[in-house]
């Protein structure tokens, strides 16, 4: 008899597809100005890769309290990134950035779900509150 596969962040789609979020960003940051590479550049790519890390990290503790802070950490960067392509736009280095904003609006979606679901799970099952 087959034991059940263990959950990690890896089996998240947030997490899956703030991977991919991740890696077009980086991808962009890569095109901005030479004169961008300390400044938006380096941001951008900073709070690109904060938002699956905060999710495989939180997704790595042991309580949904500890999860549910991480996730909120992943909202903040979310933010940030929202922040940065709109100055971005304003700057001229993109034309549009509404299909990155739909995938920071999904993904702030499944953030929000998750934890909804862990705040239930934490609620019930009071030797998880901390």
């Known amino acids: 008899m087959q034991t059940p596969k263990t959950k990690s962040h890896k089996d998240l789609d947030v997490w899956k597809l703030s991977i ?46 500890a999860f549910i802070q991480f996730l909120n950490y992943s909202m903040g960067s979310l933010s940030e990134i929202e922040t940065q392509m709109e100055i971005c736009l304003r700057l001229g280095y993109i034309d549009d950035i509404k299909p990155i904003i739909g995938q920071i609006i999904l993904i702030r979606r499944m953030i929000t779900n998750l ?15 901390e």
């Open 20 to 65: 991919e979020l991740a890696i077009e960003l980086y991808r962009f940051a890569n095109t901005l100005p030479i004169e961008e590479k300390f400044g938006m550049n380096s941001q951008i790519k900073r709070a690109a890769t904060s938002v699956p890390m905060n999710i495989a990290e939180g997704a790595g503790r042991r309580t949904p309290g």
């Open 115 to 129: 934890i909804r679901a862990l705040e239930l799970k934490k609620g019930s099952n009071t030797e998880d509150n």
